[in-house]
């Protein structure tokens, strides 16, 4: 069975400092993972993937992600946040053989304080 | 990327009536679009699959004759809260994909959700 574990319900990070909001995921095959976030009252918004290839993924506003295949994880991570990062963050994964279902973490909050 | 909409993005209805709410992608065709329910506590739970031309695919607890999905065309899925309770109270976000990239690399792409308010 597919599924994705966020440890954190909330992270705190000053300004300026570096982030890192963690997921691990369990998943038959090889997994496509997922970062979104969401502000307050939005839908989601797609921040990046790991389908295949380097396990260094870059996405938007500057996060990455660092597929990490023996320790099931796909961290996410800012080098400086902003405060305007704040938000709720999502892993997800979807398996290799069913395309349409997607496997979300219960979410992270990320809290940068100026 | 790619750009759905959702609407209403508010909605306040007294208990006992039916509400829709419609969502579409803009710029690409969806054969196949997903319904969501997030709760307070944050999780977003995946209510249904919506397949354009056919029935919609439920998820086990969800009640297919409480929340109607229809799927009529390629760029519309809708979906109706028949007999809306307090309890129906919630934030329902769709999502799709586009159809014409391949498979293996399709991202979903959000709504921004529709908040069911239920006096």
């Known amino acids: 069975a597919q599924s994705v574990a966020q440890p954190e319900d909330q992270v705190n990070v000053a300004e300026g400092n570096p982030l890192t909001v963690k997921c691990t995921y369990s998943?038959?095959?090889?997994?496509?993972l997922f970062w979104y976030v969401q502000y307050p009252n939005r839908g989601l918004q797609f921040l990046l993937k790991?389908?295949?290839?380097?396990?260094l993924v870059k996405g938007s506003y500057g996060f990455e992600a660092e597929f990490n295949k023996s320790q099931t994880s796909f961290h996410l991570k800012k080098p400086s946040a902003l405060v305007s990062d704040s938000a709720l963050y999502f892993c997800?994964?979807?398996?290799?053989?069913?395309?349409?279902?997607?496997?979300f973490g219960s979410g992270t909050k990320l809290n940068v304080k100026p | 990327g790619a750009v759905v909409s959702q609407h209403p993005s508010r909605v306040i209805c007294k208990s006992g009536t039916s509400v829709k709410i419609e969502c579409r992608s803009l710029d690409f065709q969806a054969t196949t679009m997903f319904w969501y329910r997030q709760f307070p506590k944050k999780s977003l739970m995946l209510m249904a699959t919506?397949?354009?031309?056919?029935?919609?695919?439920?998820e086990q607890g969800v009640e297919k004759d409480k929340f109607l999905i229809n799927h009529a065309s390629l760029t519309l899925s809708t979906l109706t809260v028949t007999s809306a309770h307090p309890e129906d109270s919630s934030f329902y976000i769709c999502?799709?994909?586009?159809?014409?990239?391949?498979?293996?690399?399709?991202?979903?792409?959000f709504g921004e959700g529709s908040r069911l308010t239920v006096l």
């Open positions: 997800a994964v979807r398996g290799p053989y069913n395309f349409n279902k997607f496997y």
């Open positions: 790991y389908i295949t290839g380097d396990n």
């Open positions: 999502s799709a994909r586009d159809g014409s990239r391949a498979a293996n690399t399709g991202e979903l792409f």
């Open positions: 998943v038959s095959g090889n997994p496509y």
């Open positions: 919506s397949n354009e031309g056919s029935k919609a695919t439920y």
